[in-house]
Structures are given as structure tokens and as C-alpha cells.
């Protein structure tokens, strides 16, 4: 009979445990899906909102980063005289917990197909993305993108042919 107090002592601190961890991975996701709306929306305010002091942004390509004032003036030059609209189509976001490497966190991961149109007419492009974000007290601190460059230039045109 005294193991009945202490397993249920267990249950319910695994519980609290799982409560709390559930409760971040859900402000976590929500987070993101508010700076996707902002993305839609070509909200550049509440997307530097979003953005830590500190943030860094990868790629898509392997040498691409950057930091919080260069990806806002880059979203605003893309929303001024670019793009006339970005439709995510569909997205999927899971979240995962990193404890060793470089960068140890929370994260979620974005899984979305886009619709992008531009205002000189070009396109629909249609790509699927990854983007994975690192969450730290409701802020996006650091972010790795991953879409097919080459297929969304074939898309508006573009040829590719080998160096001679």
C-alpha cells in the first residue's frame, strides 16, 4: 500500500512535467504562426517584433545569413518592390527540443508549400519549404531556411547551362 502514494506522487509531478513542456511547445508554435502571418501579411513591424535582439537567420543557400536589421530591411525591400503576395498554402509545424550542439533549445519546424506572386507579373512560383526556428521567452532567435533556389528560378524562367 505504500507504493500507491509514491506512484501517484510520480504520475502526477510526470504529468506537471509534461503539462508545462506541452504549454511552451504550444506558445512556441504560436509564435511562429504569428510571424508567418506577418510574413503574409508583409507585417515587417510585428516580424521585428518577433525577432530577438540577437537573432540569426541561414540560408536557403549554404553562406546565406543574417542578422535582425538586415532581414528586416530585406523584408521590406521584398514587400515594397517584389513580391505582391505570399500565400502559405498549407503548413505543418512540429516542435522538438535540442539539448547538445552549437545550438541547444526549443525549436519548431515548419513544413509549408507556398504561393508566391510578384508584381511585375512574373510567376506564380509554388515551392515547398522547411524553415526551422529557435524560440527563446516568445522570440525568434535563430532561424535555418531550406527551398529549392533552382527550381523557383526555372519557374520564372531562368535556364541553366553548364561552365564551359
Not at 512556441?28 to 540569426?56: H, P, R
Not at 536557403?60 to 517584389?82: G, H, M, R, Y
Not at 525568434?140 to 541553366?160: H, W
Request: one cysteine or more; glycine letters at 6%; proline letters at 3%.
Amino acid at each position: 500500500m505504500r507504493t500507491l502514494p509514491a506512484l501517484s506522487a510520480i504520475v502526477i509531478f510526470m504529468a506537471a512535467c509534461s503539462g508545462s513542456e506541452h504549454k511552451t511547445n504550444t506558445e512556441n508554435i504560436a509564435v511562429i504562426e504569428k510571424y508567418i502571418k506577418a510574413v503574409e501579411e508583409k507585417d515587417t513591424k510585428t516580424m521585428s517584433d518577433l525577432l530577438a535582439d540577437n537573432y540569426i537567420g541561414y540560408g536557403p543557400s549554404f553562406t546565406d545569413s543574417t542578422n535582425k536589421e538586415e532581414a528586416i530591411a530585406n523584408w521590406k525591400n521584398v514587400a515594397e518592390n517584389l513580391y505582391d503576395k505570399i500565400d502559405y498554402r498549407r503548413t505543418v509545424n512540429i516542435t522538438a527540443k535540442v539539448t547538445d550542439g552549437p545550438h541547444p533549445g526549443d525549436y519548431v519546424s515548419d513544413w509549408a508549400s507556398l504561393k508566391i506572386t510578384y508584381k511585375d507579373g512574373r510567376g506564380p512560383v509554388y515551392l515547398n519549404m522547411n524553415a526551422v526556428y529557435r524560440i527563446e521567452n516568445g522570440k525568434i532567435t535563430l532561424s535555418r531556411t531550406f527551398y529549392n533556389e533552382a527550381d523557383v528560378l526555372r519557374q520564372l524562367g531562368y535556364e541553366f547551362m553548364a561552365a564551359e
